[in-house]
């Protein structure tokens, strides 16, 4: 059972560059979450999906795009890198607010670094 | 909206003493509460929850959690800390009928021999 899958769990990028981030999870959750952590701040919620084919904003949205074309990926983008979203991010899923295994399984995370 | 306060960025305990990690919530409704332990290079794991019930909550490595409804409050003790214990910890928040979870800023725990 792999849980909650990050690739990749590094990468540079120079300033301008586009990449994507993918979350796979094995645990069939219906939320998604994607949280950047910067020292000092804990994490931030980006975007979240509570179900496939949905996205919505979270805290700190702005430079970052998501989709949820299938249940068990949360794709992360970011179209036009700029040092500011150097971070550790990280993806978690969990199975539903109203249900009572409610807590959130993390991956292992993802070290950006822009250049 | 909800939101979760972590009073201490770091806290400094010896080995063997008790440790309480503060943690104050807003929120207008009823709440989910977690602590989360995150290791070295790691991600999180949950070290225990609130959902509703005895306000008392004992979860994984001798950790417990009181959740304190008029003081908006989930702090996190230990009566003996341990070495292994160094780490970050990050108490966090979610609203029963929503789906975000709120974390705090975090709680670098240290431990001195």
């Known amino acids: 059972n792999a849980g909650v899958t990050q690739t990749p769990k590094f990468r540079v990028l120079k300033t301008g560059q586009s990449m994507t981030l993918l979350c796979a999870q094995d645990?069939?959750?219906?939320?998604m979450y994607w949280y950047r952590q910067d020292p000092g701040m804990g994490l931030r919620l980006i975007h979240y999906s509570v179900g496939e084919g949905t996205t919505a904003k979270g805290e700190v949205p702005d430079g970052y795009n998501v989709s949820r074309l299938k249940k068990q990926n949360f794709l992360l983008g970011l179209e036009s890198a700029a040092p500011s979203q150097t971070s550790v991010y990280f993806c978690?899923?969990?199975?539903?607010?109203?249900?009572?295994?409610?807590?959130?399984?993390f991956g292992q995370g993802t070290r950006l670094t822009v250049v | 909206a909800q939101s979760v306060t972590q009073l201490d960025s770091q806290v400094p305990v010896f080995e063997e003493a008790p440790v309480e990690l503060r943690c104050n919530y807003s929120?207008?409704?009823?709440?989910?509460l977690f602590w989360y332990v995150q290791y070295p290079n790691q991600g999180l794991q949950l070290l225990l929850k609130?959902?509703?019930?005895?306000?008392l909550v004992k979860g994984i490595n001798g950790f417990e959690a009181e959740f304190n409804k008029s003081q908006t409050s989930f702090h996190l003790r230990k009566p003996s800390v341990h070495i292994s214990d160094t780490a970050e910890y990050f108490c966090a928040v979610s609203l029963s009928s929503a789906s975000k979870i709120i974390f705090g800023s975090g709680t670098r725990l240290s431990i001195r021999p």
């Open positions: 978690a899923s969990r199975q539903g607010a109203r249900i009572m295994n409610t807590e959130a399984f």
């Open positions: 609130y959902l509703s019930g005895s306000t």
């Open positions: 645990m069939n959750h219906e939320y």
């Open positions: 929120s207008s409704v009823s709440v989910y």
